[in-house]
Nanobody, 128 residues
Framework: QVQLVESGGGLVQAGGSLRLSCAAS????????TGWFRQAPGKEREFVAA????????YYADSVKGRFTISRDNAKNTGYLQMNSLKPEDTAVYYC?????????????????????WGQGTQVTVSS
């Protein structure tokens, strides 16, 4: 198994940027495709972005395309979510997740059931 810890959340003004990190321990990080999900109060958890095991394929929710960039550094066992041009509606707890399978389609990467391991979440708050 793998353990995941998110960091990098915080308070930022609209239009600002944050970079979230997902530090992994345990199983070799490259064995897992990873994704980011977010959940705002009173709302269901939603897909944000995903990346294949070696970073050759990335997938994004329409709401974050052009603003967020997912990446990974397998040598550091760390995944990243660079968030630019943040909007108040981006406010949520952001979760990193790892999937034992790799992703070859947008559909599979969006499905939370494919992710077996989850971090504890990091709060992102965007003020207007």
């Amino acid at each position: 198994q793998v353990q995941l810890v998110e960091s990098g959340g915080g308070l930022v003004q609209a239009g600002g940027s944050l970079r979230l990190s997902c530090a992994a321990s345990g199983r070799t990080f490259s064995s897992y495709a990873t994704g980011w999900f977010r959940q705002a109060p009173g709302k269901e958890r939603e897909f944000v972005a995903a990346i294949s095991r070696y970073g050759d394929r990335t997938y994004y929710a329409d709401s974050v395309k052009g603003r967020f960039t997912i990446s990974r550094d397998n040598a550091k066992n760390t995944g990243y979510l660079q968030m630019n041009s943040l909007k108040p509606e981006d406010t949520a707890v952001y979760y990193c997740a790892a999937a034992a399978r790799n992703f070859y389609s947008d559909y599979a990467s969006r499905d939370a059931v494919n992710y077996a391991y989850w971090g504890q979440g990091t709060q992102v708050t965007v003020s207007s």
